[in-house]
Each structure stands twice: as structure tokens, then as C-alpha cells.
């Protein structure tokens, strides 16, 4: 079973969110990775994230993306994931004007991370940051390739 439900949930005043590609963009991973699910994403200001990325990850800083499974399903089979991925809109602006690229292709990136995190996909070695990062590549491409 594969597909997915999402929910882009804007709480900043940044307009527009890219919405309708970051719902394409999810189909495109779970499908390519044979999951299913539903997914709130959720646009933040940097003092939500702030306060998120203290009280998850004990840093009292912002950061772009975080990602939280909210399955209570702990069979082995592979469960309808169920996340939340929060996003710094302000952070993403950062780093797009920094890398000198578009807002609403940070926030397709950022959001991508999310979708990977989920679905069990790490950087915690150099190998796992090339395996996570060249899927991104992919499933951004073929999006930009739909589109």
C-alpha cells in the first residue's frame, strides 16, 4: 500500500507556501518508497522552532526542519506512517538567499529532509548523508519534471 494524505498548515504571514508541490512532492516519496501515511506539515516562525528544537533536541537555537513520528503502531508490519515535519520559514529564507536560490525550493528541500527522516532515513554517517541526499535529489527532480 502506498500513498499519502498531507496537510500544509502556513502559522507565519509568509505567502505563498508552496502547498500543492509540497503534496506532489510527498506523493512522490511514499510512493516511490511503498508507504503510506499522513503528513501535517507545519510552517513555523523561528520562536516555535526554537522552543521545539530545545524541548526535543536540547538545542536553544532554531533550525530549518524538524520531523516527529506520531505512529502508536508497533507491529512489524510497515505501519501508515503518521508525522509531523516543522518547518522555519524564516530559516529557509536564510538559507535560499544565502545559496542564491528560490524560498519555495528551500522549503521543497526542507521538506523532502522531513519526508526521508520519517520514513527511516539518517545522516549520521557520510554514507547516510550521500544516501539521504541523493534521494532527495531524486524525488526533487522528478518533481520539477512534472511540474
Keep these: ?5 498531507t496537510s500544509v498548515i502556513n502559522t507565519t504571514r509568509r505567502r505563498p507556501i ?4 509540497i ?9 516511490g518508497e511503498r508507504r503510506a501515511g499522513h503528513l501535517n506539515i507545519i510552517m513555523v516562525g523561528d520562536t516555535k522552532m526554537k522552543s521545539l528544537n530545545s524541548r526535543f533536541r536540547g538545542t536553544d537555537r532554531t533550525t530549518d526542519v ?4 506520531i505512529d502508536e503502531d508497533e507491529s512489524d508490519q510497515p505501519p501508515s506512517l503518521t508525522g509531523e515535519i516543522y518547518i522555519s520559514v524564516p530559516q529557509a529564507v536564510r538559507q535560499a538567499k544565502s545559496a542564491g536560490h528560490d524560498v519555495s525550493d528551500e522549503i521543497l528541500f526542507l521538506a523532502s529532509h522531513g519526508m526521508l527522516h520519517l520514513l527511516g532515513y539518517t545522516h549520521s554517517t557520510k554514507r547516510d548523508f550521500k544516501r539521504m541526499v541523493d534521494k532527495q535529489i531524486h524525488y526533487l527532480n ?6
Design 1 to 5: 500500500m502506498s500513498g499519502v494524505r
Design 18 to 21: 508552496p502547498s500543492k508541490r
Design 23 to 31: 503534496a506532489r512532492l510527498a506523493r512522490l516519496i511514499f510512493t
Design 66 to 69: 524538524l520531523s516527529f513520528s
Design 142 to 147: 522528478r518533481l520539477y519534471r512534472e511540474s
